[in-house]
């Protein structure tokens, strides 16, 4: 079908509202005036994203809160920075998938695509394969970086807006961004972050994004591209030297030999320590010093493996599995999941629920114990009793048959 020629005085059909001349007509004039690449190809994106800004104002503004939320769930400190807006912003038209698993960018691009100048056609389907990942900075010259993406292990020439001044072209950078090849040339698309790499930041990254991948059972691009609010969440953790929680959990079956086997291994040496027995399970923990929650739960029919960060969750891994040779545990439940345990395991993990739990009310100081925790209570004479008249005042006063079951858990712990 041959495109219809529009009048400068016609009604942009993009669906703007707007007259051609002022609208699409207007945006490729001004393209066409430059022949600075860089330029040019930014124009072209904000033009593409200012058309998008328009047709979907009123769908953004019912998902923009929810939709921030989700972009920052795995992020350090959970806010958005001014000069992130336009990271969040890309991720929100050309990343996050609507209803129909589809992105608002896809929509527009079917719907509009057609009688938008050819030169934003080609540009909005540019940003829409597009995806934000993390680029090692190899050389710079005047007009170019050479850098490699570090997940993709693919080299590319990224083009600049003006030489790059005051960085050393031996500098160990990494950069996140959201490159876009257009007509010929790839830019970054909106706001790019960049941290040295002085700290073990590139190899942090490439194994937390592979857990990742092989967490979610996708390919790295698709990790990238339809999980990017996770990228953005790992690399704020790198460029921050915060360690990142999992909250992962692991499973396996055992036998009754199988157990015993395990309760004699971990009983002997000085690498974990008994820590209590409740709810039916015997429960360990790495000795010494540990990063967040860490635990191996052991019952009689079944092993699970608890830790928060990746180191440990390898560690914990390798222990069962070396000494449980054949076996294989399970994913129950991951943070980056975000989705509920099977349900034939919904108990199991309730159970550790509750001991997580009870972890944090024994490190939380009460007014009712004078500033001190019940941990530094219980060490005390007469703690323990008053810790479960507490227990069975609040169990008193609950309704909510999960917040009872909690709560006879904590009760069980202290006694």
């Keep these: 079908m041959a495109r219809q020629k529009v009048g400068r005085n016609d009604p942009c059909p993009c669906g703007s509202g707007k007259k051609y001349k002022k609208c699409c007509g207007l945006v490729n004039d001004l393209v066409e005036a430059s022949d600075d690449p860089f330029t040019r190809g930014s124009k072209l994106m904000t033009a593409v994203k200012m058309k998008l800004d328009e047709y979907f104002e009123n769908v953004i503004k019912k998902i923009r809160k929810d939709a921030?939320?989700?972009?920052?769930?795995?992020?350090?400190?959970?806010?958005?920075?001014?000069?992130?807006?336009?990271?969040?912003?890309?991720?929100?038209?050309?990343?996050?998938?609507t209803?129909?698993?589809?992105?608002?960018?896809?929509?527009?691009?079917?719907?509009?695509?057609?009688?938008?100048?050819p030169s934003l056609q080609d540009t909005l389907g540019a940003l829409s394969i597009s995806f934000p990942s993390v680029y090692q900075v190899e050389?710079?010259?005047?007009?170019y970086i050479k850098a490699r993406d570090i997940f993709l292990d693919r080299p590319c020439d990224i083009l600049l807006k003006e030489p790059w001044e005051g960085i050393d072209g031996d500098t160990d950078l990494l950069l996140f961004g959201r490159l876009v090849r257009i007509e010929d040339e790839s830019l970054f698309s909106g706001m790019v972050l960049a941290v040295d790499n002085k700290a073990g930041q590139q190899d942090f990254l490439l194994d937390h994004m592979e857990f990742i991948r092989r967490l979610l059972n996708g390919t790295m691009i698709n990790t990238l591209k339809f999980h990017a609010e996770m990228l953005y969440g790992v690399f704020d953790h790198a460029y921050s030297k915060t360690l990142l929680n999992f909250n992962d959990m692991r499973s396996c079956e055992i036998d009754e030999?199988?157990?015993?086997?395990?309760?004699?291994?971990?009983?002997?040496g000085d690498?974990?320590?008994?820590?209590?027995n409740c709810a039916g399970f015997t429960w360990f923990q790495p000795s010494g010093e540990n990063r967040g929650y860490v635990r191996i739960m052991l019952g009689k029919s079944v092993v699970v493996a608890?830790?928060?960060?990746?180191?440990?969750?390898?560690?914990?891994e390798e222990k069962v599995t070396s000494l449980l040779p054949g076996k294989e545990l399970q994913v129950l439940s991951n943070r980056f999941l975000q989705e509920p345990p099977p349900a034939d395991k919904s108990q199991l993990w309730f159970t550790i629920v509750k001991d997580q739990e009870?972890?944090?009310?024994?490190?939380?100081?009460?007014?009712?114990?004078?500033?001190?925790s019940p941990r530094e209570r219980l060490s005390e004479d007469g703690g323990r009793e008053q810790l479960i008249q507490m227990l069975d005042n609040f169990l008193a006063s609950r309704e909510n048959e999960t917040e009872k079951e909690l709560i006879e858990y904590m009760k069980e712990r202290i006694s």
Excluded at 306 to 316: N, R
């Design 257 to 268: 030999q199988q157990s015993i086997h395990l309760l004699e291994n971990l009983t002997t």
């Design 139 to 143: 050389e710079i010259s005047d007009y």
């Design 68 to 97: 921030q939320i989700q972009f920052l769930h795995f992020s350090v400190d959970r806010t958005l920075p001014p000069e992130h807006e336009s990271i969040f912003s890309d991720w929100l038209w050309f990343d996050l998938l």
């Design 271 to 276: 690498e974990y320590q008994r820590l209590y």
């Design 306 to 316: 608890c830790a928060d960060v990746l180191e440990d969750i390898k560690k914990l």
């Design 99 to 117: 209803e129909d698993d589809n992105t608002l960018a896809y929509h527009y691009l079917v719907e509009n695509g057609y009688y938008i100048a």
């Design 358 to 372: 009870t972890e944090r009310w024994l490190d939380t100081p009460m007014s009712e114990l004078e500033g001190r």
